[in-house]
Nanobody, 121 residues
């Protein structure tokens, strides 16, 4: 099956930026949608952003629109989440996800282990 490994999390102050990376391995990737979920303390995992297999379409949760940008480089088997103007409410464990179709924003097929993002006031 597809495997995903995230990196790039850290501790930053409000207003700072971070770029998360996710390296994907497996026999299928190029035709899979990719995305990011996050889980804040004592909250359920929630959708953040997704990108279509060819990068032609993206979608974001309202709370990150205009601040976060998802992108992918299929030649490098990597998906990115550029996070600008970070807010304390962005603090969460961020998970890279993938799915072959429409489930990418709801119940994606595969998940990474997660990377911690902490934003201080």
């Amino acid at each position: 099956q597809v495997q995903l490994v995230e990196s790039g999390g850290g501790l930053v102050q409000a207003g700072d930026s971070l770029r998360l990376s996710c390296v994907v391995s497996g026999r299928t990737f190029s035709r899979y949608a990719m995305g990011w979920f996050r889980q804040a303390p004592e909250k359920e995992r929630a959708f953040v952003a997704a990108i279509s297999w060819n990068g032609g379409s993206t979608t974001y949760v309202d709370s990150v629109k205009g601040r976060f940008t998802i992108s992918r480089d299929n030649a490098k088997n990597t998906v990115y989440l550029q996070m600008n103007s970070l807010k304390p409410e962005d603090t969460a464990v961020y998970y890279c996800v993938t799915d072959p179709g429409m489930r990418i924003t709801t119940t994606p097929e595969a998940w990474g282990q997660g990377t911690q993002v902490t934003v201080s006031s």
